[in-house]
């Protein structure tokens, strides 16, 4: 085998068992008989009877050769070889050709299906949408990164299944998942729901801030900010129509982040504990006067 499920082209193997006495510099010469090795990369624990070590090759030809054995004998050790999966292939985007035996690409096309039509890039795109839509976020995400033509399909689906998004979709997902997914369909998102939970909020509003220009209405729960997190996430919504913010200990610098908001229709602040606010503001041509623990809107 050559490639992974999406005919894309290994560059990276998978060493699952390796003796704890083993050093990545007994692999570098075995392996490098194969091809021109970039990288060894080991993973011990101490609690593990096994280290783990992955390979990446400089050409995915050189990895082939590896992947035609199941095993291979490294001073005295046997040691099982397995591919790494297709999101860790740095050739995943250029997925969707078809090697020839002779090793070479047809350049005249950047699509090429296997002739028994088994592979999954025949479908048309309203197949591969149907597939995408029954999948849940976080694996809608890792569908997008298998190949360009994917992306490509999950950024139609996102156009309109993600103008809102509900930010509880996003709960058990990684940082880099939600990285990926606001390149893929920030730019299609209007309306955005719920708390950023996150270990680093302010990594999630730099994916925000960065992906997301065309945000209109944003409601946000039990979400703590500093006030430069804020300011830099306001300034990123020059179309902002609604805002509303519960669970936030509100002082004056937070007014000032928002005093270009020209289009600002609605405003709902609720404080927390430590609600320090002026007791009259004006941010564009909204004018709110503080009662207890909010700011309501004189009309």
């Known amino acids: 085998m050559t490639s992974t499920e999406g005919n894309v082209r290994r560059n990276n193997i998978y060493i699952s068992k390796m003796p704890n006495e083993m050093s990545g510099n007994q692999l570098w010469p075995h392996f490098s008989k194969f091809g021109k090795v970039v990288m060894v990369r080991i993973e011990s624990d101490v609690s593990d009877e096994y280290q783990r070590a992955f390979i990446s090759f400089r050409d995915t030809g050189a990895a082939s050769r590896v992947l035609r054995k199941k095993f291979h004998t490294v001073n005295g050790f046997r040691l099982p070889v397995f591919p790494i999966d297709n999101w860790n292939q740095p050739a995943a985007d250029n997925a969707c050709y078809c090697w020839p035996s002779d090793g070479k690409l047809n350049k005249?096309?950047?699509?090429?299906?296997?002739?028994?039509?088994?592979?999954?890039?025949?479908?048309?795109?309203?197949?591969?949408?149907?597939?995408?839509?029954?999948?849940?976020?976080?694996?809608?995400?890792?569908?997008?990164?298998?190949?360009?033509?994917?992306?490509?399909?999950?950024?139609?689906?996102?156009?309109?299944?993600?103008?809102?998004?509900?930010?509880?979709?996003?709960?058990?997902?990684?940082?880099?998942?939600?990285?990926?997914?606001?390149?893929?369909?920030?730019?299609?998102?209007?309306?955005?729901?719920?708390?950023?939970?996150?270990?680093?909020?302010?990594?999630?509003?730099?994916?925000?801030?960065?992906?997301?220009?065309?945000?209109?209405?944003?409601?946000?729960?039990?979400?703590?900010?500093?006030?430069?997190?804020?300011?830099?996430?306001?300034?990123?919504?020059?179309?902002?129509?609604?805002?509303?913010?519960?669970?936030?200990?509100?002082?004056?610098?937070?007014?000032?982040?928002?005093?270009?908001?020209?289009?600002?229709?609605?405003?709902?602040?609720?404080?927390?504990?430590?609600?320090?606010?002026?007791k009259r503001i004006q941010i564009g041509h909204l004018f709110l006067i503080k009662e207890k623990k909010k700011y309501i809107v004189l009309f």
Not at 206 to 229: E, F, G, R, S, W
Not at 244 to 259: C, G, Q, R
Request: net charge negative; aromatic share 8%; proline share 3%.
């Open 108 to 278: 005249t096309t950047d699509i090429a299906m296997p002739l028994n039509g088994s592979n999954m890039l025949s479908l048309n795109d309203d197949c591969l949408e149907i597939i995408c839509a029954s999948l849940n976020l976080r694996d809608q995400v890792r569908f997008a990164n298998v190949c360009e033509r994917f992306r490509e399909v999950f950024t139609m689906f996102s156009k309109r299944e993600y103008k809102t998004l509900q930010l509880e979709l996003m709960r058990e997902m990684a940082l880099w998942e939600k990285r990926d997914f606001f390149r893929h369909a920030g730019s299609n998102i209007e309306h955005i729901i719920g708390e950023i939970s996150c270990e680093v909020p302010e990594r999630m509003v730099q994916c925000i801030v960065v992906h997301c220009p065309n945000v209109k209405k944003l409601c946000l729960d039990n979400t703590a900010m500093m006030p430069d997190c804020f300011t830099t996430l306001m300034w990123s919504m020059p179309k902002l129509e609604e805002l509303t913010w519960s669970e936030l200990n509100y002082v004056d610098e937070y007014t000032k982040s928002m005093a270009h908001l020209n289009k600002l229709r609605s405003l709902s602040i609720c404080g927390g504990y430590d609600f320090r606010g002026k």
